[in-house]
């Protein structure tokens, strides 16, 4: 029986989530698997991977042969590394204590890589929020002097129009006493 070491498609449409898998290379996708490894979710920004290391190794010296895809998971969790590093000790390269450290200063480096990506995408997520806030500041002000302005305009008219309502009564009154001492008259 040839083992696989791939994933398993769990999630609703359009959110897949994964299961990493130790499974007969006969059975289905989604089908009958032998052990579960881990997790993967492509979701999240970097994917959020949670890997059982030693059953993995252990998997992969047992003769299970990983899919592409989880290669690469276990490549980037470091599963593939100690697999190379405890076949170093068992051939007499290495001792234990030599394979610990290398494994344990790669995973150190490896989790700096990961931390800086995060900062990164966090401090790029602050920069674009900043923009638009400035924007949008910009925006507020523009329209703020827009209706000032219009405002200034809409009292100059109001001006105007009070006066020729002014001048134009004072215009009207003297006619309208006129017609009035004829009537009396």
Known sequence: MSVKIRLQ??????????????????AKRD?????????????????????????????????????????????????????????????????AEQAEAKLAAWLEAKAGKVDAKKDGL????????????????????????AQAEALKAAEATEEETTEEVAEATTEEAPAVEENNEETQA
């Open 31 to 95: 089908g009958r698997f032998l052990e579960k490894i881990g997790t993967y979710n492509p979701n999240t920004n970097p994917a959020t991977i949670d890997l059982n290391l030693d059953k993995a190794v252990t998997w992969l010296f047992n003769g299970a042969q990983p899919t592409d895809t989880a290669r690469a998971i276990l490549s980037y969790k470091g599963a593939l590394l100690k697999h190379h590093l405890e076949g170093g000790v068992r051939k007499g390269a290495l001792t």
């Open 122 to 145: 966090a401090k790029s997520k602050a920069d674009v929020k900043a923009e638009a806030l400035k924007a949008e500041k910009a925006a507020n002000e523009k329209r703020i002097a």
């Open 9 to 26: 498609r769990h999630g609703k449409k359009g959110k897949p989530f994964y299961w990493i898998v130790a499974a007969d290379a006969r």
